[in-house]
Structure formats: C-alpha cells, structure tokens
C-alpha cells in the first residue's frame, strides 16, 4: 500500500565517515523529500526530489529519486556532530496532497 | 526566512476536554495541512486544508476533530474531546501549491492526562 520502508533504522558512526539511507515502496510516488527531526522540533527539510532519475545535491547531502519511482536514498558525506538527528523520508503519491513517511533513521555521530 | 508558527508549544489538558491548536502559515500559503507524531513513531497526516475546506483526511481524522481558518492568517486544528491516545506532537505544514514542498511548523506537544 502506501507503507514506506526506511533502513537502517539507525546508525551509529564517526565524525567524518559517511552515511547513506533508503526508502522503497510498492507505491509510486510523485515526489520524494526528506526531512530531519531534532529532539522537540518539527521536521525540516533538506532536499526534495520531483523527477524520476533526479540526483540533488545540498552541500554534504546528496540524494536521488529511483528510476521506478518507488524508492529513494540520501547519503550524507563527511559527518560532523551536528548531523545527529532522525531523517525521515516522505513520498507523495500521485493525485495525494498528503506525505507518506517512512519511520525514520536515527543517526548518532561520534566526535 | 518566512517560517510556520505554532501555538502554545506545549499543551496539557484533561482527557474529555476540548483543545485548539493554532498554526500561522507562511503567508502565501494557500494549502495547509495537520500531521501528528506519537512519541517514538512516524509522522502521520491527518488532514489537508485549501479554499476553506477540507481536501484530503486520513482515518485518523475522525468526527473528534475539525479545522478552521477563522481569519487570513491562522488554521487551526480542534479537538473535542480528548483521549489518552491523542498525547502526540502535532505539526502543521504549508505550501503555495499542491505539488510544491510542504513546510512544517516545530509543533504543540499535547498530553492528555
């Protein structure tokens, strides 16, 4: 249906290594965004992908939008503290003004 | 940077108890939306919100729960009469157009004792 199935569900790596997520879904999905959640605050978002193929790039982030249109990742290149957080991906299906989102990847980084 | 604003950041209440959560949307917003996060779990949508009336609900969003935009600048979301199982953060979103990136607010956590 319209589950997003995020992974890992968490990571735990050292400042300067690099980290990559995912989502896949059954559905199609129009739009593919993700957001990060720090503790007590509403999700932001970082990048948001709107074709088929599309590769984007935001500073240390890069993420890619499947060729199926069922899946996405995000890699992160070269954390630092600050990155510690929970990403969350969210899809937008076509003919939906709501977000599907998966259940999110807690990301701890170690000085 | 023009942002989402909600009100109050946090709200207590009595379960049976009426609430209103308020939301400023980016001011050139033209759709707005209700999402909650029970502690630890996903983001869920609740509800979607364009030419003052509704356009999309989840199951969630059932007959306890409605939504208003009383004037040009704020929506938002009441809930009757509370339940234990409706403590959550509630996070409102905007965007000016149905495709476009939906913003979210930093949400009202509501516990209901």
């Known amino acids: 249906g319209q589950q997003l199935n995020q992974s890992p569900q968490s990571m735990f790596i050292q400042e300067g290594e690099d980290v990559s997520m995912n989502c896949t879904s059954s559905s199609i999905f129009n739009t593919w965004l993700w957001y990060k959640q720090d503790p007590g605050e509403g999700p932001v978002l970082l990048i948001a992908l709107y074709k088929a193929g599309e590769l984007t790039s935001n500073g240390r982030l890069t993420a890619q939008f499947g060729i199926t249109r069922k899946d996405s990742f995000l890699n992160i290149s070269a954390s630092i503290p600050s990155d510690v957080g929970i990403y969350f991906c969210a899809g937008q299906r076509p003919g939906s003004e709501k977000l599907v989102f998966g259940k999110g990847m807690k990301l701890t980084v170690n000085p | 940077e023009p942002e989402v604003t909600q009100t109050p950041s946090h709200q207590v209440t009595q379960m049976g108890q009426e609430v209103i959560l308020r939301c400023v949307p980016i001011?050139?917003?033209?759709?707005f939306y209700w999402y909650r996060q029970i502690l630890g779990q996903k983001v869920e949508f609740l509800v979607s919100?364009?030419?003052?009336?509704?356009?999309?609900k989840s199951e969630i969003f059932d007959d306890q729960f409605s939504v208003e935009r009383p004037d040009g600048s704020n929506f938002t979301l009441k809930i009757r009469s509370t339940k234990l199982e409706d403590s959550a953060m509630y996070f409102c979103?905007?965007?000016?157009?149905?495709?476009?990136?939906?913003?979210f607010g930093p949400g009202t956590r509501l516990t209901v004792l």
């Open positions: 979103a905007s965007t000016a157009g149905l495709a476009d990136t939906q913003y």
């Open positions: 001011s050139n917003h033209l759709y």
């Open positions: 919100f364009y030419n003052n009336e509704i356009s999309e």
